[in-house]
């Protein structure tokens, strides 16, 4: 049993740690009744600046109640128990409504509710709505906004919680603590400009950009996360992958659906442009993707050659760098530039790629590199082009260092 009944006529009480049940004195005028077990049954969160989020795969809305403790056991963690994730813009005012459990019919009695929370928000006094062993707490405002900055908050991860503290007192009874609720917040910097909401949008971005105020540096705090090549999905622990089994399979059907973020998500596996529309619709789902730091989508194709030995030659593929161009012989793949996630194999060779310019700056969220201009790009990832003769016959030259040998091809978002 989780809970732990408070002592009455006029012994001290023993605070709560960690759960959401407990027991209340009953008093009328002097007279205290035996004690009350309080269970916080239900939570939700609300508010005009309140973002609904879905689950990675798109299929499940989480709409409130954000916070159900079906069995009364004081946590949200079984079988039948709910804790979704919220996000709400950064100095909005949240709004809280609560369902609890009592352990005995309380009609007739005066209760009434309070709560401090995480990020100095404060839920005042309010009169609960009795009926039988159920009390309810209408649509309250915080007293205090969230702050101006980027925030974090997950029960998933011990220590980063979002905490609301609840209090309650029956009719004349001292307020007594009836529990700790944990929660799940993600505090965007502004509006998101994307209708996505899969909560990974919002917990990399989130997690990675905790308590940023400016744009810019809040990109650069979230581009991090890709540099290392192990980017996680909420709740998992698994980085997901550039070009992995999954997304293989799915190159070969009629329609590959594998080139979108959505997938990536749904199944932690993506090919180039997933990965591209990731990184960008995190910053759009924060309201940081605008003016300096608006991400642009390009698609890359190697340029024709006009002239070469004679030959017009068409552009055909991108060489991933690592291939190797002997002074003799033929070009031929070596060791694989670095990828998203456990894929130290990745193709060595496109038709295409997908990489996202903010500024003047270009991302590659597929392989985690970034350089400052269109030919220190081409350096990094390629380390040479295919080309098609007239006759059918396939040329790779090795790339030039000092030329721009790419077309770049703006692309539009997902929608």
């Keep these: 049993m989780k809970s732990l009944r408070l002592l009455l006529l006029g012994?001290?009480?023993?605070?709560?740690?960690?759960?959401?049940?407990?027991?209340?004195?009953?008093?009328?005028?002097?007279?205290?009744d035996l004690s009350v077990e309080v269970n916080v049954e239900r939570v939700s969160f609300s508010g005009a600046k309140y973002i609904r989020l879905t689950s990675d795969s798109g299929t499940t809305a989480y709409d409130a109640p954000h916070y159900i403790d079906a069995n009364h056991d004081g946590d949200a963690i079984d079988v039948m128990d709910r804790n979704v994730p919220v996000a709400f813009v950064a100095g909005s005012t949240p709004r809280f409504s609560a369902v609890f459990r009592f352990g005995a019919n309380l009609d007739g009695q005066t209760v009434k509710v309070k709560a401090t929370g995480s990020e100095g928000v404060v839920i005042s006094e309010s009169e609960v709505s009795v009926s039988g062993d159920t009390g309810i707490m209408a649509v309250t405002s915080s007293s205090h906004a969230f702050p101006a900055s980027i925030r974090y908050y997950d029960h998933l991860q011990t220590g980063r919680e979002f905490a609301l503290t609840w209090h309650m007192q029956i009719g004349k009874g001292r307020w007594s603590r009836v529990g700790t609720?944990?929660?799940?917040?993600?505090?965007?910097?502004?509006?998101?400009?994307?209708?996505?909401?899969?909560?990974?949008?919002?917990?990399?971005?989130?997690?990675?950009?905790?308590?940023?105020?400016?744009?810019?540096?809040?990109?650069?705090?979230?581009?991090?996360?890709?540099?290392?090549?192990?980017?996680?999905?909420?709740?998992?622990?698994?980085?997901?992958?550039?070009?992995?089994?999954?997304?293989?399979?799915?190159?070969?059907?009629?329609?590959?659906?594998?080139?979108?973020?959505?997938?990536?998500?749904?199944?932690?596996?993506?090919?180039?442009?997933?990965?591209?529309?990731?990184?960008?619709?995190?910053?759009?789902?924060?309201?940081?993707?605008?003016?300096?730091?608006?991400?642009?989508?390009?698609?890359?194709?190697?340029?024709?050659?006009?002239?070469?030995?004679?030959?017009?030659?068409?552009?055909?593929?991108?060489?991933?760098?690592?291939?190797?161009?002997?002074?003799?012989?033929?070009?031929?793949?070596?060791?694989?530039?670095?990828?998203?996630?456990?894929?130290?194999?990745?193709?060595?060779?496109?038709?295409?790629?997908?990489?996202?310019?903010?500024?003047?700056?270009?991302?590659?969220?597929?392989?985690?590199?970034s350089t400052n201009s269109l030919v220190d790009y081409e350096n990094a990832a390629f380390a040479g082009f295919e080309y098609v003769r007239p006759d059918g016959h396939f040329v790779r030259l090795r790339n030039n260092p000092v030329a721009q040998e790419v077309t770049w091809i703006v692309d539009p978002w997902p929608q």
């Excluded at 012994?11 to 205290?32: E, H, K, Q, R």
């Excluded at 529309?277 to 194709?301: M, R, V």
């Excluded at 793949?333 to 903010?358: C, M």
Aim: hydrophobic share 35%.
């Design 11 to 32: 012994l001290l009480s023993l605070p709560i740690f960690g759960y959401s049940n407990a027991s209340v004195d009953m008093c009328n005028d002097s007279t205290c």
């Design 181 to 369: 609720t944990r929660h799940s917040v993600f505090i965007t910097l502004g509006t998101p400009s994307t209708r996505a909401r899969q909560q990974s949008l919002f917990a990399i971005g989130c997690r990675n950009a905790d308590g940023q105020t400016d744009p810019s540096t809040a990109v650069d705090a979230i581009w991090a996360d890709f540099t290392d090549r192990q980017v996680y999905r909420r709740g998992t622990n698994t980085p997901m992958w550039y070009f992995g089994p999954k997304t293989i399979v799915e190159e070969g059907t009629v329609v590959p659906m594998c080139a979108t973020y959505q997938y990536l998500l749904a199944e932690g596996d993506g090919s180039c442009g997933a990965w591209a529309q990731l990184f960008g619709e995190i910053l759009q789902a924060l309201g940081i993707a605008s003016g300096n730091t608006a991400p642009i989508l390009y698609g890359l194709t190697p340029q024709d050659i006009v002239e070469w030995q004679g030959w017009h030659l068409a552009g055909n593929g991108l060489l991933v760098n690592g291939w190797r161009f002997p002074s003799v012989g033929v070009a031929a793949p070596g060791p694989r530039l670095p990828a998203q996630g456990p894929n130290g194999d990745s193709p060595a060779e496109f038709a295409d790629h997908s990489v996202v310019r903010i500024g003047g700056k270009i991302y590659d969220p597929a392989y985690g590199i």
